[in-house]
Every structure is written in C-alpha cells, then in structure tokens.
C-alpha cells in the first residue's frame, strides 16, 4: 500500500490465491457457518479481532465501538493474541463482554475463534499482523467484516465486506476492494477526543532552532513516498527559514537513514534543512502539533489517528487526496467537519496553503478558529455507533435470507 503505484485488488487476490494454493487449511470452514438452520436472534454475537488492542490506533479506533455497541443487539467477544498490557489494553478488555485468549498457533486459534459460534467477526485491521491476516483466509463466522485500520483490500475471497466512508471515497471506490464496500455517512471511528497537553511546549523543548519556520510531518518515516520528495524540496527552497521536521523512527535507524540519503539525492541543495527529532511520549507529541507553523500530511498515504489527535489540539492540516482512500483519510476529517480550505488540488495549491498557513498569522488564526469551532464533529459521535449497528444486523439478515447486501446507510 505504501508504494502507491496502482489500485492493489489484483495484486492482493494474486497473493491470496497463492496462499491457498500453497496451504488449502488457510480456508477452513466452522461448522456453524454450514448450517442451513439460518434462524433469527435478538443477540447477535459478534467478535472483534486484532493484534493491536493497545495504545496503538487500532485500540484507539475500537475502543469506543467495543465500549458502546448496543448490548440489546450483541454480544461482544474481544480475541486477544499474546501483547504487553497497558491503559488501553485495560479498557478495551473491561469493556468486552468475553476476552478469549489467542496462542498464535493458526489452527489452535482457529478452533478457539469457532468455540465462539460468532454471528460476525470484526477484524479493525488486515495486513499489519501475519497472524490476523492468515485467520482471515478462514470462515469463522457468517459475517467477516475489515475496515481501514490498514487502508487497503485483502484480496480474501472469505472476506465478505470492507467497512468506510461515503467522506473518504470516490465514485469509482468500488473497485478497488475484493469485498463489498460499505460506505457509511460518518468518518468511522467512535474516538475519544484527547485533552491537551498540561505543559505549554516551545520549540526548545524539541531541540528546534530560534527563528525558524516549522513544516512538521509526524508519521512513521516509511509512509515518505518518493513522489513527496519534489514538494518537501520546494517547499524548503521557497521559504529559506523553514524547516521540515520529522520523527525519527527510535531503536532502528535504517529507515531514517535510507530516507536522508534518498532526500540529499532529491533536493540536496536544501536536505539540511531537514530535521528530526526523537520520538517522544504522547503528552510531547500533542505538544508538537502545537508549536509547528505548518502540520503537512503525505498525499499518498494519509493520517488517521494522527490527524484526529492533531485536530484535538487545533492545529491544520495541509492535505492533498489522492484516488485511494489510503490517501483520502484527512480530507475525510475535514469534509466531516464542514471544512475544505486546507484542502489541496494538486502539487502547486498544496505548496501555496502550506506557505501560507506557515508564513500569514491571520490566515493560520482563522484555520485554527475553525477547527476549534467544528472539531466536536470528529469526537465521541454516536451516530457511528449507530450506523455501524445497522450495517451489521443488516449484513447478518442478508445472510440469514441468502440475499446481497445492498448499501444501508446511504
């Protein structure tokens, strides 16, 4: 997903299909799914699966749906592989109604997801955990449901639907997933709005120069898409005081290092004037949204998780959507919000608000008022519970009665 080169439907089935070629048992079949006893029930038990449960987006994405989900209508079961615990780990598990335990073994496992007899199994993400991934090839509950924790299809003929959002796809959206796309009115996540920082950061507390301009992109330094070098370069070239800040990638430095070596070949003339920082604990991150002039998202591969926290702090965003919706997450939050002046159209107007937003105060002052004004749309929105409630019950009785799905919520 990461390369951009073209819609991965094909490329995704291909790779599926060999796995499966190699290693028939990767599609198992639970006995409940055979039956054609396809009764109705008031209580439809649904399993949430993923390797990243944790202080981790997927946590942060699930959390509230797993929290509030009608407990009229479902049952949640929460399957957990092995992982350290923490705060959110806690949570999610407290607010389960069962947390089963999963080894890492494919087949244990696969017996242990059966015993459940789950009505529908959730996987928030698909193609981040080996083990997640090959659990999906199987059919371990009627209805098999991914979204966009990793924002790409599966190509897994056993996946039957790829949840999103009318916000963040496009006409022909569609084709682009091996499963049936669902598209639900509001941005997908029931989120918890993070408070701001207590401390008030400068940027001396980054180690960051006096007198500069900075252009912070905070994701992981392997989303850096080549295509991307030719703006951060004339970005730096047009304004001589700014300063692109990124954060380095912690105990492995290959990717920092590939990175620097690839930006001194793209625009050597002002690859000095690119800065990293360490990582640093949440509470600091927030902090840096803060003092940054100018917040940019990489085209190809938007910020989900990132982009909420930052607009929790008020901070813009410059963004361009591409044809996928793993380059479409941002502008989703805005259109969300009401908003589309930090919007871009192209390569040129992207530079222009990123200068403007970093160089005219009253322009970036009225970009932050309106954030701060409409950013409640993005938090704690029931309306995705209940959207997501309703696509699930309608899945399972398009089930029960042998019917296509037809789209819900639009």
């Not at 322009?363 to 029931?382: C, G, P, S, V, W």
């Amino acid at each position: 997903a990461y390369h951009d080169q073209k819609n991965n439907r094909g490329l995704m089935e291909d790779i599926a299909k060999l796995h499966i070629a190699a290693c028939p048992k990767l599609t198992y079949e639970a006995k409940h799914c055979r039956t054609k006893q396809r009764g109705g029930k008031d209580v439809l038990r649904i399993g949430f699966l993923s390797s990243y449960f944790q202080s981790h987006t997927i946590g942060k994405f699930t959390r509230g749906i797993i929290q509030y989900l009608s407990r009229d209508h479902f049952e949640v079961i929460l399957f957990r592989p092995t992982g350290k615990p923490d705060s959110i780990s806690s949570a999610i598990d407290q607010s389960a109604d069962k947390v089963v335990r999963l080894c890492g073994q494919l087949e244990r496992d696969q017996k242990r997801i059966e015993d459940e007899t789950l009505d529908i199994l959730f996987y928030p993400d698909i193609g981040m955990s080996p083990l997640t991934y090959f659990l999906a090839f199987s059919r371990l509950a009627p209805v098999q449901v991914t979204t966009w924790g990793h924002p790409d299809t599966t190509g897994i003929p056993n996946m039957d639907y790829f949840l999103s959002s009318k916000l963040s796809e496009i006409a022909t959206s569609a084709e682009h997933y091996s499963e049936q796309l669902i598209t639900l009115k509001y941005w997908a996540p029931y989120y918890f709005r993070p408070d701001p920082p207590k401390n008030k950061y400068t940027p001396s507390d980054y180690g960051l120069p006096h007198g500069a301009r900075f252009y912070v992109c905070p994701q992981t330094l392997f989303k850096f898409h080549p295509a991307f070098d030719d703006i951060l370069g004339e970005l730096l070239r047009r304004d001589p005081k700014g300063r692109l800040v990124l954060i380095d990638d912690g105990k492995n430095r290959n990717s920092r290092k590939l990175l620097v070596e690839r930006f001194f070949r793209s625009f050597p003339d002002v690859a000095d004037n690119v800065i990293f920082v360490p990582r640093m604990p949440h509470q600091k991150l927030l902090g840096l949204f803060m003092v940054a002039d100018a917040l940019l998202d990489i085209p190809t591969f938007s910020g989900g998780n990132t982009s909420l926290e930052a607009f929790a702090m008020g901070a813009p965003i410059v963004t361009w959507p591409q044809d996928f919706v793993r380059g479409r997450l941002t502008a989703g939050l805005y259109k969300q919000m009401g908003l589309s002046n930090l919007i871009a159209t192209d390569a040129n107007s992207y530079l222009r608000l990123a200068l403007e937003l970093a160089q005219d105060t009253d322009f970036k002052h009225r970009m932050q008022d309106d954030i701060k004004t409409n950013a409640y749309k993005l938090y704690e929105r029931f309306e995705v519970i209940e959207e997501m409630e309703t696509f699930f019950i309608a899945a399972y009785q398009a089930w029960q009665t042998g019917t296509a799905l037809t789209n819900p919520t639009i």
